[in-house]
């Protein structure tokens, strides 16, 4: 890992956080470590393995995101501007634990274990309507073709990783 010191999660936190993950709509749960305004903003991701989250970047300069691995083995897909997959990193225990995503670049998560947890940073103050872009060539989160996309990212995953 790098020489970010990544706050501690008690067994109980954790416990909690994957338990409210799996009990949410859309099968995560994000543990905000921030205020509200903050310029430097700090979260623990609580993913299940079912969660799908829309493909999407992060507009300003300063939206660099940090995703550090805490539990379970994620793959982060990163994509051109048609939607076409240009790279795939597995984040795992004693592997690659640390992705830096650039600013204004498309990309998700595909969790490949029942649930993963990340520790996520980002600089720049958060606002809904200028936090992130989603990508138009994907499914919506709560569209009724995102379980069949999601199925697809997860075998081209199998395919890139043999």
Known sequence: MSNVQIP???????????IQARNS?????????????????????????????????????????????IKGRIAALFFDDTGEIK??????????????VPAFTWHT???????????????GVYKPETWKEFAKWAPREDS????????LLKREVSKLTL
Request: aromatic share 10%; with cysteine.
């Open 8 to 18: 501690s999660l008690s067994d109980q936190e954790m416990d909690d956080g994957i």
């Open 25 to 69: 709509d859309r099968k995560r749960f994000p543990k905000l470590l921030h205020k509200q305004g903050d310029e430097f903003n700090k979260v623990f991701n609580f993913m299940m393995h079912d969660s799908y989250m829309q493909p999407h970047l992060h507009p300003g300069v300063e939206k660099v995101e940090h995703i550090y691995l």
């Open 87 to 100: 790279q795939c990193a597995i984040l795992e225990t004693g592997g690659t634990e640390l992705i830096v």
């Open 109 to 123: 998560y595909v969790m490949l274990t029942d649930y993963a947890v990340t520790y996520e940073t980002m600089m």
């Open 144 to 151: 009724l073709k995102s379980p069949d996309y999601l199925a």
